[in-house]
Structures are given as structure tokens and as C-alpha cells.
């Protein structure tokens, strides 16, 4: 295992409630990502993070914030959620960001009715 | 931008036979193509990577994946399937340019190996 740990792993909630997502790691790698799964589309990159404080969007953030305070810890956001953000969301590290490899969490099934 | 086609929404093989799950791709540089195996109920776990070099690449629990330039393909492989190798496959690419490249998925290959 790559020492990522999500939580919650489950979530049901409203249309229009705020919804704050954990990953937290214990490898001391730089780089951590964010991505939602859904049928017929693969893995989508929403946010990710190159250190403390250093955050950039991916393909699919609009709706979504981040923060990263400490190395170990990334926090995804959604301020108000809708149901179209109804997911899987899987973080993942990776040492580098080119040729290294990222290890993936076991991933949040979020539902929002 | 960066692309990935898994042409196979599922594959069936016999345990004991030969497995091929598909993969093509597309980058303006040089490709850094990923094999990943995802369980139910669980995170993608990396099974190989090419990076450069030989074009045959071996990874975990036996499966292997073969680079190809002129097809941009990078199929994976496994000599004789498990039951145990059913699973949801992705195949995955990223620009080898400098600065940050995004990792981009394919859409997965279920993996059916019956008895």
C-alpha cells in the first residue's frame, strides 16, 4: 500500500450543502492529485498540488477548491454541490510528476441526491 | 493534448489462455505510457510503465506490455490468464515535455477470465 488514506469513503448529501473531502498521506511526496471516476470517461483530473500552499486546476475543476496546509494532507472542496458532482473521487502521490508512477487511494463514493 | 483509446469495453478469455488488452495513444513528445489494474472498491493499483528503452516491458504479477511507435499502441499482455486477473483495467499517457503534463486515462477495459 502507498500510505494514502481517504475519508470519508462514504458520503450522501443534498444538492446545495457543502462537502469537504480528506486525503491524507504518510510518504512525504511532493505531488498529490485529485480525480473523479465515472462511467465511460476514465479518471478526470480535477485539481492537483506541487507542495505546501503550490495548487493548480485540472480539466474538470470548475465547482471545486483545494488546499494543501500541510504535505500530508489534501482537502477537496465542493462549496455547493450539485448532483452532476455525484462521484468516485480518488487521490493520488506521486514522488515526481513525469516518469514516476502515481499511487492511488482507495477512493470517496460520494452521492448527492 | 494528450489522448488515450481503449478500444474494448470488455474482454473475455479462458483461464490458462493468452490475454491482450488493447491500448493506443497520442502525444505531440515523446509518450510515458502506464498500465494500472483497478479491484472493486478500490484505488488503481500501477502494474507497468515505459519510459524509454526496450520495448517489451514486464511489471506485476506477470503481465508485460509492448511498446510500439509507429502504431502508438501500447498493448498489455499476459501469457496464460487467471481467474483472479478479472479486473477493470486503465491504460494511461502523459506528454514527456517539460513542465507539468497531465496523466490522462483511457476509459478502462473489463478484464473477464472465466474458469
Known amino acids: 500500500d502507498a500510505g494514502i488514506t481517504q475519508s470519508p469513503r462514504h458520503k450522501v448529501t443534498e444538492t446545495g450543502t457543502p462537502v469537504t473531502l480528506r486525503c491524507h498521506q504518510t510518504e512525504n511526496h511532493r505531488y498529490m492529485y485529485w480525480y473523479r471516476q465515472d462511467p465511460g470517461h476514465g479518471l478526470r483530473l480535477i485539481h492537483y498540488s506541487y507542495g505546501v500552499k503550490d495548487t493548480d486546476k485540472g480539466e474538470v475543476s470548475d465547482g471545486y477548491s483545494v488546499s494543501r496546509s500541510k504535505t500530508e494532507d489534501f482537502l477537496l472542496t465542493l462549496e455547493s454541490a450539485t448532483s452532476s458532482q455525484t462521484s468516485v473521487y480518488f487521490c493520488a502521490i506521486s514522488v515526481g510528476q513525469s516518469n514516476q508512477p502515481q499511487h492511488f487511494g482507495d477512493g470517496t463514493r460520494l452521492s448527492i441526491l | 493534448a494528450q489522448s488515450v483509446a481503449q478500444p474494448e469495453d470488455q474482454v473475455n478469455v479462458a483461464e490458462g489462455n493468452p490475454l491482450t488488452v488493447k491500448c493506443t495513444y497520442s502525444?505531440?513528445?515523446?509518450?510515458?505510457l502506464f498500465w494500472y489494474v483497478q479491484y472493486p472498491n478500490r484505488g488503481l493499483q500501477f502494474l507497468l510503465k515505459?519510459?524509454?528503452?526496450?520495448?517489451l516491458v514486464k511489471g506485476s504479477y506477470g503481465f508485460e506490455a509492448e511498446f510500439n511507435k509507429s502504431q502508438t499502441s501500447f498493448h498489455l499482455k499476459k501469457p496464460s490468464a487467471l481467474v483472479s486477473d478479472s479486473a477493470l483495467y486503465f491504460c494511461a499517457v502523459r506528454d514527456g515535455g517539460t513542465g507539468f503534463q497531465k496523466l490522462v486515462f483511457g476509459t478502462g477495459t473489463r478484464l473477464l477470465v472465466s474458469p
Open positions: 515505459y519510459i524509454t528503452g526496450d520495448n
Open positions: 502525444v505531440s513528445g515523446n509518450p510515458y
